[in-house]
């Protein structure tokens, strides 16, 4: 079912510091900063030829990942995610199969403008996915 590796996501305490060793130390393509309010992240995208990365610093004051940092203050990879051909399919074959999709199991707007979801990591070998549709 699941098809590419759409984006690794690291959480990161300094945004401008992590889009540095990308950029300067890993010679990687990096974007400018966006917020992405809706999300609680600002994201800065690395583009890679095989995929991205997501740096993620928390934005607002109920972000998603700020309690992540406050586990991994270092920061550390956040979520995988991979990319079907249908959530709503999807959606139903990992509820089918007993896997829980966070939040209220409906897919939303994700950081590219397409729909996502997300499946508990304890269901997933301790990786919190993030299913997209591509
Ligand atoms: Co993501």
Do not use: W
């Not at 991205?52 to 995610?81: R, T, V």
């Amino acid at each position: 079912m699941i098809g590419r590796l759409n984006h690794v996501a690291i959480a990161v305490p300094d945004l401008g510091a992590a889009t540095a060793t990308y950029r300067d130390t890993l010679g990687a393509k990096v974007s400018e900063p966006v917020d992405l309010p809706e999300h609680g992240v600002t994201t800065v995208f690395v583009e890679l030829p095989n995929t991205k990365i997501e740096l993620l610093k928390p934005l607002g004051e109920k972000s998603p990942i700020a309690k992540f940092l406050e586990k991994n203050p270092d920061g550390g990879i956040h979520h995988l995610c991979y990319e079907v051909d249908d959530i709503e399919a999807a959606r139903q074959k990992l509820v089918d199969e007993g896997a829980r999709v966070l939040g209220d199991g409906k897919p939303r707007i994700g950081a590219h403008g397409k729909p996502v979801l997300f499946l508990h990591p304890k269901d997933f070998i301790g990786t919190l996915v993030e299913i997209e549709q591509a």
